[in-house]
């Protein structure tokens, strides 16, 4: 069953004042141009979408916020690099590619080559329509130097390998699988933006042999934690020409930050208010990550330009997106991600390019696992079968998808917190007149709330609510457990 015909929500708020269904308001597709078009995509690691960091991008904004579409309502639906990862390259929930962890045995690449997923994913099918394929930064979780072999479908595969990966002054690299390539010293974003026009400059040389479409991936570390030899988890490292900037800023005091009344299930309820001192520390965190997010935003600007001084735009789709949120303060979580908080769950995706509208704010939802179907479909590739979702432009959107975790989280930064019970399935509803979340923990514990008239998830209606609902809620929740391509 595909994400596109779940569109449920009508169907289980039947009998309810919620009232009767109604679909979103989708997109009209963009046409498909003669000339296959290129795409680029910037990933960036764990930027979030309501914290407000696009808003210390402005060349994010210049170049695509106001070139291109904005959708408000996307999602990853695991909140984890690896698993994030998988579902936007092969278009499927975590727990049918079953990479649902960082590392062995249920994550890492280890785990994706395991399962042989490069057999068939999205590179593997633009490469058989001629494109070629080109990627430079993080991929996943577990490249390292016993294991850099490239995954079938990249032409150019240049991936950070461990433990440079996360060292944003000693960044190491590998490429095709070759010898690793340190660069001590060196900031990594400022590597990475390098190799990317190094990159265009031999794509445009290639395309005077004639009409060679390509995808080039460029995926930076920041604004993930660094982190050092012993494992622990600090805050990102700025370019020194960026580290004195945003001296008084902090993470947004929004109703859920810090919270004095928690109605949280399972760990997260049990979690004492942050201390003066945390926040302070918390604070120190947002500054880091919006200061290690400039060498980005610079790299945005450098690589569109070079598309244009090359007359390539007219003819690129640019997408930039990142692989999960990330939570700092809100209902009293430290620093890390992997929950189904909002913060943790709901991230940026903008994309522009031939037919995209400018300016535009788009709130119907969709998932990493739409993002193959919407660049086959704007390249005028037919889809394969097994996908979990459809395209950004299809009129048969999604309306609901669900949010999967297996394993016990672990805190970033100085927190001490770590094994707890994170394993959960959680639905989000959403259509113009619905935005519902709903929970089941492997506490056996419950969340609901209705996001529009507490967009906070301050008060857990779980308790209070109806039960007739709460039975159609579990049903989908047993529906989509299972849910794949068709």
Not at 43 to 58: E, V
Not at 233 to 262: E, G, I, M
Not at 401 to 408: A, H, I, L
Request: aromatic share 10%.
């Amino acid at each position: 069953m595909k994400l596109a015909f779940i569109s449920l929500v009508g169907l289980l708020l039947s009998g309810q004042s919620f009232g009767a269904p109604n679909k979103c308001v989708s997109p009209q597709p963009p046409p498909v141009t003669h000339k296959k078009p290129n795409f680029v995509v910037i990933l960036t690691d764990d930027q979030d979408q309501l914290m407000n960091s696009l808003d210390y991008q402005p060349y994010v904004k210049r170049h695509f916020i106001d070139e291109g579409t904005s959708f408000t309502k996307y999602y990853t639906t695991s909140a984890m690099c690896c698993p994030s990862r998988v579902s936007l390259w092969l278009g499927q929930f975590a727990h049918n590619h079953n990479v649902t962890d960082e590392s062995r045995p249920h994550g890492s690449y280890y785990k994706f080559q395991a399962g042989h997923l490069d057999d068939s994913w999205l590179p593997v099918w633009l490469q058989e329509e001629g494109y070629s394929n080109h990627y430079i930064g993080k991929f996943i979780n577990g490249v390292n130097k016993d294991n850099t072999v490239a995954p079938k479908g990249w032409d150019h595969f240049e991936p950070l390998v461990s433990p440079g990966i996360y060292n944003f002054t000693n960044p190491i690299f590998s490429l095709n699988g070759g010898p690793l390539e340190a660069f001590p010293g060196v900031y990594q974003t400022d590597l990475i933006l390098n190799k990317s026009l190094a990159r265009i400059d031999a794509l445009v040389e290639k395309k005077k042999e004639g009409d060679n479409p390509f995808l080039l991936v460029i995926s930076p570390t920041a604004p993930h934690d660094e982190i050092q030899e012993d494992g622990t988890f600090t805050p990102p490292v700025p370019a020194d020409r960026h580290k004195h900037l945003f001296p008084d800023a902090k993470v947004p005091r929004t109703p859920n930050f810090n919270p004095a009344v928690q109605d949280k299930v399972g760990w997260i309820g049990d979690l004492p208010l942050l201390s003066p001192l945390q926040v302070e520390e918390i604070d120190h965190h947002y500054r880091q990550r919006l200061r290690s997010l400039q060498a980005t935003d610079e790299l945005v600007d450098s690589v569109v330009k070079k598309l244009a001084a090359n007359d390539l735009l007219d003819n690129t789709y640019l997408v930039y997106t990142t692989d999960n949120g990330y939570h700092l303060g809100q209902h009293r979580l430290f620093a890390g991600k992997q929950t189904p908080i909002e913060n943790d769950i709901n991230i940026p995706f903008i994309i522009r390019g031939p037919g995209i509208a400018k300016k535009q704010i788009k709130t119907n939802p969709a998932t990493h696992s739409h993002f193959p179907a919407t660049v086959l479909d704007l390249a005028g590739i037919k889809r394969p079968t097994n996908l979990d979702a459809t395209s950004l432009f299809d009129p048969e959107h999604t309306e609901s998808f669900n949010v999967e975790f297996w394993s016990n989280q672990f805190t970033e930064g100085s927190s001490k917190l770590k094994n707890k019970k994170n394993s959960y399935k959680a639905l989000r509803l959403i259509s113009q007149k619905h935005d519902l979340y709903y929970s089941v923990w492997c506490t056996h514990e419950h969340e609901f709330y209705d996001m529009k008239v507490d967009p906070y998830q301050l008060t857990n209606k779980y308790p209070a609510a109806d039960r007739k609902l709460l039975d159609r809620l579990d049903a989908l929740v047993a529906v989509l457990h299972d849910c794949k391509g068709e």
